[in-house]
């Protein structure tokens, strides 16, 4: 009778060699190199952001009036007792609240339309044209608004037909600035959506076209929910940066005025600092900002991972 | 996995023919798709098949109306759709990509045609739970695409065409991401399909094997120009050109130049009778016909110069004079590298090509050879 065993597995030949343990030199070298092309960046950071971050900290416990020669005296939390008792602070939150919300169609809606208008009407020179606004400075731009916006001879007032007084009237310069800011950032939000629809397969539009389903449609249903991590992005952007955008304008074109009508938080808080030489004030405010936009971008960007659908 | 479902999947569908007339697609100097002529018959299963780059999903896209063509026209049913969007065409697209919405959960991806259609919510959702139990996603239903494998997304993307009953299915390569295994029983399970729904399918490929074993007629386009159609049989057996006979069969058919003498075709190591007036051509034959001869029958003479083992079968890699040819047979095939080889074939497996155009010759009567138009 024949007995039957069984195939065994493919055994090991031989031993196993130990491996061998790279030098600790050896080690180093390898490992070296990536923190060596991360130094130049982090170098920069400590030195422009985090340094800085922490002299703001230090600061807003102590009284300074800017002068180097003056005394820096540690007062506790009185810059911070002080900040929250006036309603300067209260108001320029709610202007910045303002003036995100009116930069949002500027950062985002017109961009969007503008995108997928585009997207159908193929052509570099429309978008070098949307998108040079962002090329000229800020404060050129400030100036050449100022003539333009000029209560006497201003072109916008001549074009218009009204006699409207753009930066002094404190109805009118909140908008002004709004306006104009989102002039300054609108082409570069329009490229933003250009990448991000360039991103999207087109497989799924042409799928969707098989399916039967209408232009508008495929708009709605496809195009704009894979387009949602973009204008999260924008969303995000306009929150966390709206007030410093509108910086340089307020500060050209109006300081803060006409009676704190565009006074953003940014504003109030170079106001504190170089305007009434109360450093310690400053750094406070500065210090809440930060950590108030520190939660709102995290809350922002826990939102957007939610809602938004990634295109993989 | 394609199980018909006895709650009405299957159904008397509309069933279209599709007509292409001098179907052109130009981008820029290069005619991707250059004067493509093609009827197909509803309920076929007709494959386009070429090499990468050589215009199937240029032509699919026309005939699904996501690409105006340069020139041509495009009939279904005997209505020009030329300009009609894809909308109005009502085709059902299978993508290379699979193209699922990655936003939508596979309920809502198959359900989507019918969405499209503003059918009742209910209805959609009894049809999309059909389909479903017939491609087996029943399990999967509430998953994103980014959730499945592979094979999965190539069932919802099936599921997303075969919801509605459309005049024909287009499919563009749509097993190219599947493993061996799966692709091969996917073929089976397409086949079934076409059979149980008798739609028009019209199917691109690179792969021999899909366009074999699925297709009822093959069209066989080399840079953007049809070589052949015909079925499988057809293709396989009377190559219409050099192109086809390299192109189907694994190793191709081995193709030598030869020079026709007084009844004898003679190139290095080659000597062939063939009862033909003198001229230039090139002599084909399948590497299955040839067999090993001792005798003075021998065609072709010459040396192995490696043994390639498929498993069931072996290939003899063999120089012929300058010229390689490939043998296939059982295995242990015999002669090993090294050893010389006398190699015959049957009279009525030889294939004969015009020498510069590379396009077939058919003996007219039995004296004389033209070129098949
Ligand atoms: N939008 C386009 N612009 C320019 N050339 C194109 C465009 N689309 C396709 N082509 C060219 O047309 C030819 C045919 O392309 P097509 O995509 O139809 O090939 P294919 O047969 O589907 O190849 P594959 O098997 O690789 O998918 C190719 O040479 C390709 O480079
Ligand atoms: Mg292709």
């Given at each position: 009778?024949?007995?039957?065993?069984?195939?065994?597995?493919?055994?090991?030949?031989?031993?196993?060699?130990?491996?061998?343990?790279?030098?600790?030199?050896?080690?180093?070298?390898?490992?070296?190199?990536?923190?060596?092309?991360?130094?130049?960046?982090?170098?920069?950071?400590?030195?422009?952001?985090?340094?800085?971050?922490?002299?703001?900290?230090?600061?807003?416990?102590?009284?300074?009036?800017?002068?180097?020669?003056?005394?820096?005296?540690?007062?506790?939390?009185?810059?911070?007792?002080?900040?929250?008792?006036?309603?300067?602070?209260?108001?320029?939150?709610?202007?910045?609240?303002?003036?995100?919300?009116?930069?949002?169609?500027?950062?985002?809606?017109?961009?969007?339309?503008?995108?997928?208008?585009?997207?159908?009407?193929?052509?570099?020179?429309?978008?070098?044209?949307?998108?040079?606004?962002?090329?000229?400075?800020?404060?050129?731009?400030?100036?050449?608004?100022?003539?333009?916006?000029?209560?006497?001879?201003?072109?916008?007032?001549?074009?218009?037909?009204?006699?409207?007084?753009?930066?002094?009237?404190?109805?009118?310069?909140?908008?002004?600035?709004?306006?104009?800011?989102?002039?300054?950032?609108?082409?570069?939000?329009?490229?933003?959506?250009?990448?991000?629809?360039?991103?999207?397969?087109?497989?799924?539009?042409?799928?969707?076209?098989?399916?039967?389903?209408?232009?508008?449609?495929?708009?709605?249903?496809?195009?704009?929910?894979?387009?949602?991590?973009?204008?999260?992005?924008?969303?995000?952007?306009?929150?966390?940066?709206?007030?410093?955008?509108?910086?340089?304008?307020?500060?050209?074109?109006?300081?803060?005025?006409?009676?704190?009508?565009?006074?953003?938080?940014?504003?109030?808080?170079?106001?504190?600092?170089?305007?009434?030489?109360?450093?310690?004030?400053?750094?406070?405010?500065?210090?809440?900002?930060?950590?108030?936009?520190?939660?709102?971008?995290?809350?922002?960007?826990?939102?957007?991972?939610?809602?938004?659908?990634?295109?993989? | 996995?394609?199980?018909?479902?006895?709650?009405?999947?299957?159904?008397?569908?509309?069933?279209?023919?599709?007509?292409?007339?001098?179907l052109t697609q130009?981008f820029?100097?290069v005619a991707a798709v250059d004067d493509v002529?093609l009827?197909?018959?509803?309920?076929?299963?007709?494959v386009l098949l070429g090499p990468s780059g050589c215009g199937k999903s240029t032509l699919l896209r026309m005939?699904?109306?996501?690409?105006?063509?340069?020139?041509?026209?495009?009939?279904?049913?005997?209505?020009?759709?030329?300009?009609?969007?894809?909308?109005?065409?009502?085709?059902?697209?299978?993508?290379q990509?699979?193209?699922?919405?990655?936003?939508?959960?596979?309920?809502?991806?198959?359900?989507?045609?019918?969405?499209?259609?503003?059918?009742?919510?209910?209805?959609?959702?009894?049809?999309?739970?059909?389909?479903?139990?017939?491609?087996?996603?029943?399990?999967?239903?509430?998953?994103?695409?980014?959730?499945?494998?592979?094979?999965?997304?190539?069932?919802?993307?099936?599921?997303?065409?075969?919801?509605?009953?459309?005049?024909?299915?287009?499919?563009d390569e749509?097993?190219?991401?599947?493993?061996?295994?799966?692709?091969?029983?996917?073929?089976?399970?397409?086949?079934?399909?076409?059979?149980?729904?008798?739609?028009?399918?019209?199917y691109v490929t690179h792969d021999q094997?899909?366009a074999?074993?699925?297709?009822?007629?093959i069209a066989l386009l080399n840079n953007g120009r049809l070589e052949q159609v015909?079925?499988?049989?057809?293709v396989?057996?009377?190559?219409?050109s050099?192109f086809v006979?390299e192109f189907l069969?694994?190793?191709?058919?081995?193709?030598?130049?030869?020079?026709?003498?007084?009844?004898?075709?003679?190139?290095?190591?080659?000597?062939?009778?063939?009862?033909?007036?003198?001229?230039?051509?090139?002599?084909?034959?399948?590497?299955?016909?040839?067999?090993?001869?001792?005798?003075?029958?021998?065609?072709?003479?010459?040396?192995?110069?490696?043994?390639?083992?498929?498993?069931?079968?072996?290939?003899?890699?063999?120089?012929?004079?300058?010229?390689?040819?490939?043998?296939?047979?059982?295995?242990?095939?015999?002669?090993?590298?090294?050893?010389?080889?006398?190699?015959?074939?049957?009279?009525?497996?030889?294939?004969?090509?015009?020498?510069?155009?590379?396009?077939?010759?058919?003996?007219?009567?039995?004296?004389?050879?033209?070129?098949?138009?």
């Amino acid at each position: 009778m024949t007995i039957l065993a069984e195939l065994p597995t493919p055994a090991p030949t031989r031993a196993a060699a130990p491996v061998a343990r790279p030098s600790f030199a050896a080690r180093i070298r390898r490992a070296a190199p990536p923190y060596l092309y991360l130094a130049p960046a982090l170098v920069l950071l400590v030195v422009w952001t985090y340094r800085p971050l922490a002299q703001a900290v230090r600061l807003s416990f102590h009284t300074w009036n800017l002068l180097p020669t003056s005394p820096i005296t540690e007062v506790g939390l009185a810059n911070y007792e002080r900040l929250l008792s006036t309603p300067d602070l209260g108001a320029s939150v709610w202007r910045t609240v303002l003036m995100v919300l009116g930069i949002l169609p500027f950062s985002l809606v017109i961009p969007v339309v503008v995108g997928l208008v585009a997207a159908r009407v193929r052509g570099r020179i429309y978008q070098a044209m949307i998108f040079a606004p962002m090329l000229v400075a800020p404060v050129a731009a400030a100036a050449v608004w100022q003539w333009l916006l000029d209560p006497g001879a201003g072109a916008v007032n001549r074009v218009l037909g009204v006699r409207a007084n753009w930066l002094h009237d404190t109805d009118l310069a909140l908008l002004t600035i709004i306006v104009v800011t989102g002039w300054h950032i609108v082409g570069f939000a329009v490229l933003v959506v250009s990448a991000g629809l360039s991103g999207i397969n087109p497989d799924y539009a042409d799928a969707a076209a098989m399916d039967g389903a209408s232009r508008g449609r495929i708009t709605r249903w496809i195009t704009l929910p894979l387009l949602s991590p973009t204008m999260a992005f924008l969303v995000l952007m306009t929150v966390l940066l709206s007030a410093q955008w509108t910086f340089p304008l307020i500060d050209t074109l109006t300081q803060g005025g006409p009676s704190d009508a565009t006074t953003n938080i940014y504003y109030l808080l170079w106001d504190y600092g170089f305007h009434s030489y109360d450093a310690g004030l400053g750094a406070a405010a500065g210090v809440i900002f930060f950590v108030g936009f520190g939660l709102i971008a995290v809350g922002v960007v826990a939102l957007s991972d939610r809602v938004s659908h990634h295109d993989d | 996995m394609f199980r018909a479902g006895s709650s009405g999947t299957v159904q008397i569908r509309p069933v279209s023919a599709i007509q292409v007339e001098k179907l052109t697609q130009r981008f820029g100097a290069v005619a991707a798709v250059d004067d493509v002529w093609l009827d197909i018959a509803d309920g076929e299963f007709m494959v386009l098949l070429g090499p990468s780059g050589c215009g199937k999903s240029t032509l699919l896209r026309m005939i699904a109306g996501l690409l105006p063509p340069t020139e041509g026209r495009v009939l279904i049913d005997g209505v020009d759709v030329t300009h009609a969007p894809p909308q109005g065409r009502d085709l059902a697209m299978v993508f290379q990509s699979y193209a699922l919405y990655p936003h939508l959960s596979v309920a809502r991806n198959i359900g989507f045609p019918l969405r499209a259609r503003d059918m009742p919510k209910r209805a959609i959702e009894a049809k999309v739970a059909d389909v479903a139990a017939a491609l087996d996603l029943a399990a999967l239903l509430d998953r994103r695409p980014r959730e499945l494998s592979g094979g999965q997304r190539q069932r919802v993307a099936l599921g997303r065409a075969l919801v509605r009953d459309p005049g024909a299915f287009l499919m563009d390569e749509p097993l190219s991401n599947l493993d061996a295994k799966l692709r091969a029983g996917t073929r089976a399970e397409l086949s079934a399909l076409h059979d149980r729904l008798g739609a028009t399918f019209v199917y691109v490929t690179h792969d021999q094997i899909e366009a074999m074993t699925m297709a009822t007629r093959i069209a066989l386009l080399n840079n953007g120009r049809l070589e052949q159609v015909g079925t499988p049989e057809q293709v396989y057996d009377e190559p219409a050109s050099t192109f086809v006979a390299e192109f189907l069969g694994t190793p191709p058919m081995n193709l030598l130049d030869v020079t026709l003498r007084s009844g004898v075709a003679t190139a290095p190591g080659v000597t062939v009778r063939l009862d033909l007036p003198d001229r230039d051509l090139i002599l084909g034959v399948r590497p299955e016909h040839l067999q090993l001869t001792t005798g003075d029958e021998a065609m072709l003479r010459g040396h192995v110069t490696r043994v390639e083992n498929l498993g069931s079968e072996e290939v003899a890699i063999c120089a012929v004079g300058a010229a390689t040819v490939r043998v296939r047979a059982r295995r242990p095939i015999g002669p090993r590298a090294g050893d010389t080889v006398a190699l015959r074939a049957d009279r009525f497996h030889l294939h004969l090509f015009h020498p510069e155009t590379g396009r077939r010759l058919v003996p007219l009567t039995h004296q004389e050879i033209s070129c098949v138009s």
